[in-house]
């Protein structure tokens, strides 16, 4: 049992790196690259049909069934419409703006995922920093948000996108904190290296990481308790209100990107990316994303959407103060009992449910209660 | 190591270029007569459910996530020291440890007088 390597240099001697392909590099590169945005599009295709037939069943009715075998074709049936529709630019917005949004939007979530490994060291690119790269990269496809937001000239699509810069503002600290949990127990930054050391998924070591990372990444990709930014009952659509045609079709393709982004980092950094028995990887992999977006698409079918207040005290009040105790408490953790890795899944799971209850009670009492 | 980046390098450049060629697929179509276009005044307004727009939407208004957007830097950039600090906690021991939590403690006095004066509240 190795997950508290004392020496994280001995495993950073292993061969991460692709094999040698005939050519190298470039048939490398190519490859990594037409898989990874096959699998991006393949998998936000399969994410639209499975959170529209599951939330069907969730609602008592039957979800799309018309085309193709279960409605499995509905999502292409989209695509296709959407690519045949007419480009409405309203005359106040601001062109070159409103063009770029989509492009901003889009190109980082596509990015992200040359760090994200498939199987052992099957990834485009093994960087020793991957996920500081990935929390780096993510927080770009805000901007393209608040671009699209402002350049519509439209008061709806800006309240909406300043929602959106507000949420994930306050949700980026606990979710880099939690992640920064993951990263002590490994001591790498490396993608690959976080998988690798992962003998026992980290979900079980870090519980409370978890619950931080799941809840602050449905609220940054603006899932549905948290989708105050398209929050249809108050400002039509949100940023993307004044959008038709094809860079619609960009921002609901982000919006579902982002949600795998999501789903990869959560198997990757808590359940144990491709690791798992019989199976070959990268289906364990496959099969682990799916899953905790069906997680997803359960929370979302089970809970009402909160408001903007307590969007933001749920940031700043609980989950803030949680991520340093989690931290810190991993740290001492670590430095106590640096081989004793089993006796540490009670003790935490004990850590969290003593920590939530207690911060709860604190709110009970009146503790930074939130006036209506 | 250094060739990693030039995959990420190559990377972006691809992906931004996807993200055009997508894009410009409509403009192809439309060019072969395929999609529609038929632009007219009422069409082109901006959308307000209806409602005719009075005044732009670029006017300066309040709105409430400036104490946030300060509080955010100063917490991000105390995330930024963790990092490194977190990757060598255990060559660094408890010496480290303790060096942090001084560090640390400093931000959260001034997270705690922020809370204290109200700041996180959605007013």
New interface residues.
Partial sequence: MMI?N?D?SSVRQMPTLAPDWPGG?WW??LL??VI??AFVLLLVMGYIWLERRAMGRMQARLGPNRAGPFGLLQPVADALKV??????????ADKIVH?LA??IA???V??IF?VVPFANGAL?????IGI??VVAISSISTLGVFMAG?G???????LGA?RN??SV??Y??PV??SI??V??IT???SMNQIVLAQEIPFILLQPLGFLIFFIGGCAEINRSPFDLLEADSEI?AGFH??YS???FA?FYLVEYAEALVISALITTLFLGGWRGPILPPWLWFLVKVMVVFFVMVWTRTTLPRVR??QL??LA??FL?PLA?LN??IT??E??AW?TAIAWLIPVNIAVMVILVLLWSKLFKLGW?R??V | ?L??????G???L???A???V??L???I??LVG??????N?I???????GME?IG???VQFN???YF??L??IA??VM?VF??PW?????KL??FG?MA??IF?FVV?VG?LYA?RKRV???K
């Avoid at chain 1, 690519?83 to 106040?92: F, Y």
């Avoid at chain 1, 485009?124 to 020793?128: K, V, W």
């Avoid at chain 2, 069409?43 to 459910?49: F, H, M, P, S, V």
């Fill in positions: 508290f004392p994280p590099f490398h590169w990594f690259t990874i945005i690519m045949l529709k007419e480009d409405i630019v309203p005359v106040n063009l989509p492009i889009f190109a980082p596509l990015i040359a485009l690119a093994d960087l020793n500081v790269f402002w519509s000239s439209n008061k709806y699509s800006l300043m810069v507000a503002v306050s980026e600290i880099v904190l920064a949990g990263v002590l001591g790498s930054l039509v209100t004044e045609g094809m860079k960009m903007i207040d933001m005290a700043w009040k803030f340093l931290l810190f740290g001492i670590i430095l640096p930074g939130v006036e | 190591m060739i990693n980046y030039g995959y990420i190559l990377f972006i691809a992906a931004i996807f993200t055009i997508m894009l697929l409509p403009a179509f439309r395929i999609n529609p276009r038929k632009p005044p069409k082109n307004a901006t959308y307000e459910c727009t732009r939407s670029w709105f409430r996530y946030y957007a509080m955010f917490l991000d995330v963790i990092y977190a990757a060598e906690l255990r021991g408890y440890l942090v939590l640390v959260v997270y809370w996180l509240e959605w």
